[in-house]
């Protein structure tokens, strides 16, 4: 259920909203928020909680086509940037990261391994993020939290599974295949893009200017 993903993000994202606070401690909250408190005996049967829709990160990537990000409430000096993506097999997929910043473009070429949020998802459920492999390790995961039913567009949580790296920030993007972009993402990638970064500023939006990285693009 798209509610219960939204409380689970909304928390995440109050809690770092407010972790400049010197008397801020992260120990307990994790615990808190997903902790369920012992139920009270009763004779009624217990309703089986509705579980969080879980989008697949594979079905998403496309090999056939470069996914951009189209608003981003990442903080720092990034302009655009776009993935291309090759051999993608159910474990993990190649990508290049072209970013545009501060007027230069830079690549980034890594294997990005799939797997699980801790608390989105299960070992039962599709691979639903994925984390770029690199030198120091300090790369985040990028959960996908919705895709639009045509797997045009998807709302991704970027975060650190840990409050360990709560002053390194948790971000949203918005993200749409190279071949939507005229058409732009569909209402409810938007829609739930605005919802889930509510706390937060968006910091870059996709222009048609962002297409100066393709003349750069390697396939």
Not at 35 to 54: H, L
Request: hydrophobic share 30%; aromatic share 14%.
């Amino acid at each position: 259920m798209r509610l219960q993903t939204f409380a689970v993000l909304y928390f995440s994202v109050t809690v770092h909203t407010h972790s400049d606070s010197p008397d801020t401690e992260y120990d307990s909250y994790e615990e808190e928020l997903f902790t369920t408190p012992k139920a009270i005996a009763t004779k009624r049967p217990t309703k089986k909680r509705p579980r969080n829709e879980v989008y697949s990160i594979k079905e998403f990537l496309d090999m056939n086509d470069t996914i951009w990000v189209y608003n981003s409430t990442e903080k720092g000096n990034v302009t655009c940037r776009v993935d291309v993506m090759e051999d993608l097999n159910p474990l993990y997929v190649n990508i290049t990261r072209y970013t545009l910043s501060n007027g230069e473009i830079s690549t980034f070429s890594a294997k990005a391994e799939f797997s699980y949020h801790p608390n989105l998802a299960t070992t039962d459920d599709d691979y639903n993020e994925m984390k770029l492999e690199s030198s120091g390790n300090n790369q985040p995961y990028e959960t996908l939290i919705y895709m639009s039913a045509d797997k045009a567009c998807g709302v991704f949580y970027v975060n650190y599974h840990s409050e360990m790296y709560l002053l390194l920030g948790t971000w949203f993007e918005l993200r749409i295949r190279n071949s939507s972009l005229a058409q732009g993402p569909d209402h409810m990638c938007s829609y739930l893009y605005q919802q889930y970064s509510s706390r937060q500023n968006t910091t870059y939006t996709y222009t048609p200017a962002c297409q100066c990285i393709s003349r750069h693009i390697k396939y």
